[in-house]
């Protein structure tokens, strides 16, 4: 068992479920303020250590209602993507486990402006561009020969997407160390970017070794096991009419109707597993 397997089991029931519905709201409330008064993110928002430490500590939260993008069109497209992310991420790591990936990438910015203006007197306003971004890392790492349609027309592998991504993330660091770019008017920002990048690229990179046991299950998996289990499996009712329950929190779809259940194929024994402990759940042999 992990690090993270014992971090779900003591504080997994104050996961935020949806957590990325409410990250879209928070990015709605961003841009809508952007519309309003463009200069009120930064003067009052956006994550400005300097500021922070004379008491605006709302800032080290408040940063991550930066929208994505400032066109209407490509904001609606950014808000689709990153929710077709964000939630089919949560639902094959689970709440927790996708609250912790989030969260943490947010904490990994915090910490590193933090350090950089204690060491430096920079005080760099990182945004959640690259954090977003990471969402895709993950994704990729997980269904990498899944494809997307690229201008709604060219199929391609997410795996080949994810290097496009890798090489972005590349530029925004090297971008900071370029005299160009370095010693412009613009410069902090460069380095806010290469900084934002860097810390995403961690977060991505202790989480994916953290989790690198936890295989899901592909689409045709889950159809076969599920076409399996209806054909075999005696109906058994629990309470409230329920036919199924979780063997780890004991919750059935009478809890919550928009909860999945499985059965694990490395159980030793008929136990099924709501979305959330599926893939994080000590198997029983």
């Given amino acids: 068992m992990n690090w993270l397997d014992k971090l779900e089991r003591k504080l997994g029931r104050y996961a935020i479920h949806n957590l990325m519905y409410y990250i879209i709201v928070l ?21 400005n250590m300097e500021a922070v430490l004379h008491g605006q500590i709302w800032r080290i939260v408040t940063f991550i209602i930066q929208p994505p993008a400032s066109s209407p069109l490509f904001m609606l497209i950014a808000l689709y993507f990153y929710y077709m992310l964000g939630s089919s991420l949560e639902k094959t790591w689970g709440a927790f486990r996708f609250n ?7 904490l990994f910015h915090v910490i590193a402006a933090l350090i950089v203006y204690l060491l430096t007197g920079l005080s760099l306003p990182l945004g959640t561009g690259y954090l977003n971004l990471s969402l895709f890392f993950a994704f990729a790492a997980l269904y990498p020969n899944m494809e997307f349609l690229v201008f709604f027309m060219i199929p ?16 925004g660091i090297l971008q900071a160390f370029m005299p160009a770019y370095a010693n412009s008017s613009y410069g902090i920002l460069y380095k806010a970017d290469a900084l934002a990048a860097a810390v995403s690229i961690l977060n991505f990179v202790i989480f994916f070794f953290a989790s690198r046991n936890m295989m899901p299950y592909t689409p045709k ?5 599920r076409e399996f ?30 909860l999945e259940f499985r059965f694990c194929s490395r159980c030793n024994g008929d136990y099924e597993y709501c979305q959330d402990h599926l893939f994080t759940h000590t198997h029983i042999q």
């Fill in 27 to 47: 990015y709605v409330a961003g841009f809508v303020i952007q519309l309003v008064a463009p200069a009120f993110y930064y003067s009052y928002l956006c994550l």
């Fill in 100 to 106: 912790v990936y989030f969260f943490g990438g947010v």
């Fill in 156 to 171: 391609v592998k997410v795996k080949w997407l994810a290097i496009l991504d890798g090489v972005y993330f590349a530029y």
């Fill in 221 to 225: 998996e889950i159809k076969r096991k």
């Fill in 229 to 258: 289990k209806k054909k075999m499996r005696p109906v058994n009712h629990y309470a409230n009419g329920a036919m199924h329950r979780c063997a780890v929190c004991g919750r059935t779809e009478a809890d919550n109707p928009d």
